[in-house]
């Protein structure tokens, strides 16, 4: 088996950011999740090793001092080390020997084949100045597991770790970014801040994870008050605050504290400036905002009613001007997933259909993200030629299995999905569709079934045809989880 180290590398994508396919797979994947966490690979041989996270300083001498370097492996693969990882490194800086503790750091990060050792291997390079072991903290940083490991051992070892810590963040686009940026404090560096405030909060994850972080660390109020300020940082603002007041599982806009000075300022600059679709729908975004509930306790809280006015007009003028329905009617014909939902977005707040583009687009990708668009225009005038078009996307008869047969689901898990949403959807349509809600009391999927049996409790059985008790009454004799044979059993009766 490769190390990780050489696994990570082989994989490193052109351009600084990310890996290639294949590469987030790591080499202990298929042995990890076979074993459990004390029972490690040694050279073919299964070996366990009781040995806590109090001994591994004293493992950390011996493979310094003598022959320990196998033993103290061993234990490192028993992943709850890693939860006193900061009372382990104190006892490790304690030893003294700083390059020798680096020494074995560096064998660990770079010949580790599990992740426990090489994220070990990684703290120690981070206890001592030695900015010689950058590049390999980079190196291991691509792979989003390692990157907030790397970041400290960074900051720590690098006398001047800006730039690689720069590097590092923008190395990553998932969860290793939010890991990062969650760490910047007030502490950070104006390089940090400015590439963090200009588009440094945006992930594949969710923005509204760093959106607050953006604008408080990055300063993006200060940075609005500027007369001017170029198209970089404008249309970052605006996705900031699309962020914030979208929420989510993140901190929203009713926890950034200079949000009236903000949402004024970037009216301000938008009055002036506004151009894209993008910059259509962070103000109507802000319209939306501002005419929503809450506002007694924003008002109680220091929100000033005759700015609200104020932003409430900004906004009415931008939205106004007739140039956004032409953009909009061409944005709804992208191939781009971003400027398709602003167009979307736009298209609703304009009053303009968009079932007609949205159908086109579904037709073309097959996308689940999109099905859930098109399902949520459906009306009983239009399910029809839906419904023509998932018969053509999904192969029932291929999906509809039995409860049993799970071999095939790795190779079409986006049909279930879209069977999913369809059969969800559905339950606004009772009668209609039958053909996918039985197909998917037979799917070996259980949140088919489980939406199948929701689908049809909402129909109730008066709308039933004559197949589905049948139908029905086979999958409960089938259904292998007595939670939903439960509640297919009850619909029966």
Request: hydrophobic share 45%.
């Amino acid at each position: 088996m490769p190390s990780i180290h050489d696994h990570i590398t082989a994989h490193l994508a052109p351009g600084g950011t990310g890996l290639l396919p294949g590469g987030e797979a790591l080499p202990d994947d298929q042995i990890d999740h076979r074993l459990g966490g004390g029972l490690v690979p040694w050279n073919g041989a299964l070996t366990h090793h009781p040995a806590g996270a109090a001994g591994l300083p004293d493992l950390v001498a011996g493979a310094i001092t003598g022959d320990g370097y196998r033993d103290l492996y061993t234990a490192l693969c028993e992943r709850s080390v890693l939860d006193e990882l900061a009372d382990v490194l104190v006892g490790v800086r304690a030893l003294g020997m700083p390059d020798a503790v680096r020494g074995v750091g560096r064998r660990l990060a770079t010949e580790g084949e599990h992740r426990a050792p090489v994220k070990f291997g990684i703290a120690l390079l981070g206890l001592g100045v030695d900015a010689g072991d950058t590049p390999l903290l980079l190196r291991l940083g691509r792979h989003e597991e390692f990157t907030p490991f790397a970041y400290d051992a960074v900051r720590a070892a690098d006398p001047e770790p800006d730039p690689a810590l720069l590097a590092l963040a923008d190395g990553v686009a998932g969860w290793g970014r939010i890991n990062v940026v969650e760490r910047f404090g007030d502490d950070t560096s104006p390089l940090l801040r400015n590439w963090l405030l200009r588009g440094g909060f945006r992930n594949t994850v969710l923005d509204g994870y760093l959106a607050l972080r953006a604008a408080t660390v990055g300063g993006m109020a200060a940075a609005l008050t500027a007369e001017e300020v170029d198209d970089e940082l404008l249309d970052a603002a605006v996705d900031i605050v699309c962020a914030l007041i979208e929420g989510g599982p993140a901190e929203d806009i009713d926890d950034y504290p200079d949000a009236p000075v903000a949402l004024t300022l970037l009216l301000t600059h938008l009055t002036w400036r506004a151009r894209t679709l993008r910059h259509f729908v962070g103000t109507a975004r802000i319209s939306e905002f501002l005419a929503g509930p809450g506002w007694d306790a924003r008002y109680a809280a220091g929100w000033d009613l005759a700015r609200h006015d104020t932003l409430v007009r900004r906004c009415r003028d931008l939205i106004a001007n007739p140039t956004w329905r032409t953009l909009t009617l061409a944005a709804l014909d992208s191939p781009d997933d971003r400027t398709f939902h602003d167009a979307c977005h736009a298209a609703a707040v304009l009053d303009i259909d968009r079932y007609p583009a949205t159908l086109r687009r579904t037709r073309a990708t097959a996308s689940p993200g999109d099905w859930t668009t098109l399902l949520a225009q459906a009306t009983p005038t239009r399910l029809p030629e839906i419904l023509t078009l998932a018969t053509v996307q999904l192969p029932l008869a291929d999906l509809a299995t039995g409860p049993h047969d799970i071999s095939a689901i790795p190779l079409r898990w986006t049909a279930y999905t879209i069977l999913d949403t369809v059969v969800t959807a559905l339950r606004a349509f009772p009668g209609m569709g039958v053909d996918f809600v039985l197909a998917s009391l037979r799917s070996p999927v259980l949140s088919n079934r489980v939406m199948a049996v929701r689908t049809l409790t909402g129909w109730g059985p008066e709308s039933w045809l004559p197949e589905v008790q049948s139908t029905l009454r086979a999958a409960v004799a089938e259904e292998p989880d007595p939670t939903v044979r439960e509640s297919m059993a009850q619909l029966l009766t």
